[in-house]
């Protein structure tokens, strides 16, 4: 007997913005500007927020307070030159805020929201993920179910993870773990699944075989997926149940309402197959070849290895696709696999570049007995179109450093190959962050509105290293101490000082630059003062030092000596 079970996701346009937050690193959906998010919706020039003073409102805090320290959040969608909520959070639904309601009333009704833009298309997608995984973990036939919500044909399935309420507990608990709200119902129809899981509160409904007709009694017309102005016509003639519609002969039903509403009855009933259309996860980028005598030496390795690297880039190109993680997998006689895995900086399909670098890898394989069949494996791959080309022939393209990176990381890896980043701040140790090889240049800034005061400022942006102010070549990533000083107050370099058990002697120092605390971050640096000194000693080495204060004041640091940096 066929089962099927609908998946519902009542909050999921909502809890994924909240997940994409808490890890900004899954899958970041950039927020594009939108007139309606202004700190929440606040406008003290409107005229509904001037009666703050008349009509008593709850604030932000108070907000905030009842709903766990979370502020209500929603998504707003234009439609037509109205702005309606598209989705609420339970914080925001239990003050009154449901979806379709304008968003001014919702803002003259609560203080403090947190308004996003609704964003459907990314939702959709999103949701469509869900479902190749579901595909590929619980059932191989998953349909999409609206907006919010996924159909799986568990026929012959449920055993395999222990029968069907163990299953479904399991898929609520995964999605729990998540940071996701779901209800799950399993009935023989899809049509009773939706309506069990939308409109009973149990996140688990298991309806027995044979049984939904029964269980469908009780619910209302809404459940059976019928169009709005039928519902409500029957709710003039005092239907209002299923069980009531499915006791109506069927010809004066079709005769009144359409073959539409008597189509949704018999399905969820079981008395019209209603097919699922599936979701096909796509299927992964390989290419074998096998051989009918075993080979074991580096130049039959390298000479297939020639022919299948041109059939991936030709799959990879049919697809669209170019690949950022590759292995290639060569089967022993002995069954003991050799694995040659590759990932590259930028999505690539260029024969000659992934050959260059499977061939540098051939010594790490070791043959044995010899290899009866090799395989390379697509493992991780990203969209690749048309190169774009520079306008000019006279004009010298912009060098690629995407060949060069991936060879250095075949030898010594990728996590050990990183880029510095400038970041605005004062505090050397703060100036700087890590950042990918080829992580692309941040984009200039937007051009503002013609009466934004900031046009008036001529001046061009200082630079974030600044050459009048030098800066190690080797900045240590804390401060070391140093020991033996032997310096003036409250403004002259050290004659002498002692670092890591070596005694050095100052023949040159330069300074001192004056580094004062970011108060405006931290508050225990409101008073902090350090002076750095470009120093050299009498074997040429150069140094970066600081002290710990200004040299006259206690309160602004103890007159330690610190080492922060080497030049050179």
């Known amino acids: 007997m066929k089962r099927v079970a609908a998946l519902f996701l009542p909050q999921w346009p909502i809890e994924r913005l909240w997940r994409a937050e808490a890890h900004p690193g899954a899958r970041p959906d950039p927020a594009p500007a939108a007139p309606l998010v202004r700190n929440g919706g606040w406008r003290p020039g409107a005229k509904w927020a001037r009666q703050d003073q008349i009509l008593p409102e709850m604030g932000r805090g108070t907000i905030r307070a009842a709903n766990g320290g979370r502020t209500p959040r929603l998504t707003a969608l234009h439609t037509g030159n109205r702005v309606l909520i598209a989705a609420a959070c339970p914080q925001a639904q239990a003050l009154g805020l449901v979806p379709g309601m304008a968003v001014t009333q919702a803002r003259a009704q609560v203080r403090g929201l947190d308004i996003r833009p609704a964003k459907p298309e990314a939702d959709l997608a999103a949701l469509r993920r869900l479902a190749i995984l579901a595909a590929r973990r619980w059932s191989p036939i998953v349909a999409l179910s609206g907006e ?37 119902a399993v009935a023989d129809t899809p049509g009773a699944a939706w309506a069990l899981a939308r409109h009973l509160p149990a996140p688990i409904t298991l309806c027995p075989p044979g049984a939904h007709e029964k269980a469908l009694a009780d619910l209302p017309t809404t459940a059976l997926r019928m169009d709005e102005p039928a519902v409500e016509l029957l709710r003039r003639l ?38 699922l259309d599936p979701v096909i996860p796509p299927e992964a980028v390989a290419v074998h070849q096998r051989f009918a005598e075993p080979i074991a030496t580096a130049e039959a390795i390298e000479h297939w290895l020639g022919e299948l690297v041109p059939r991936l880039a030709a ?48 010594e790490n394989v070791a043959p044995g007995y010899g290899i009866d069949a090799i395989a390379l494996h697509v493992r991780r791959a990203a969209p690749l179109g048309p190169q774009p080309v520079v306008e000019r022939l006279d004009e010298e393209a912009a060098p690629d450093l995407a060949p060069l990176v991936d060879t250095l990381a075949t030898r010594i890896g990728m996590q050990r190959m990183w880029r ?17 090889v080829l992580d692309p240049p941040v984009r200039a800034a937007p051009r503002g509105k013609r009466d934004d005061v900031r046009q008036l400022d001529r001046n061009l942006p200082l630079p974030p290293w600044h050459p009048d102010w030098p800066r190690p070549a080797r900045l240590l990533a804390r401060p070391e101490p140093l020991d033996h000083v032997l310096a003036e107050l409250p403004d002259q370099p050290p004659r002498r000082f002692t670092w890591r058990g070596h005694a050095h002697r100052v023949v040159r120092a330069d300074g001192p630059e004056r580094i004062t605390g970011e108060w405006w971050k931290r508050g225990a640096e409101r008073a902090s003062v350090r002076d750095y000194f470009r120093v050299e000693d009498e074997t040429g080495r150069r140094y970066w030092l600081f002290r710990s204060g200004d040299g006259e004041r206690a309160v602004t640091g103890d007159l330690s000596w610190y080492l922060h940096g080497v030049f050179g």
């Open 148 to 184: 919010d919500g996924l159909f799986l044909d568990l026929t012959g399935t449920a055993h395999l993870f222990g029968g069907e309420e163990r299953m479904a507990r399991g898929i609520v608990r995964l999605l729990a773990r998540a940071g996701f709200t779901a209800r799950i």
């Open 238 to 275: 005092g239907i209002d149940r299923a069980g009531q519609l499915a006791a109506l002969p069927r010809g004066p039903l079709v005769r009144r309402f359409g073959t539409a509403t008597v189509l949704r009855l018999d399905q969820a009933l079981g008395r019209v197959p209603e097919p």
């Open 420 to 436: 510095m980043r400038p970041i605005e701040s004062d505090v050397p140790e703060r100036s700087t962050e890590r950042a990918s």
């Open 315 to 362: 799959a990879l190109e049919a697809e669209g696709l170019g690949v950022q993680a590759l292995e290639c997998i060569a089967d022993r006689i002995d069954g003991v696999p050799q694995r040659i895995r590759l990932g590259l900086a930028r999505p690539s399909r260029d024969p000659a570049h992934l050959l260059r670098l499977l061939t540098r890898r051939i």
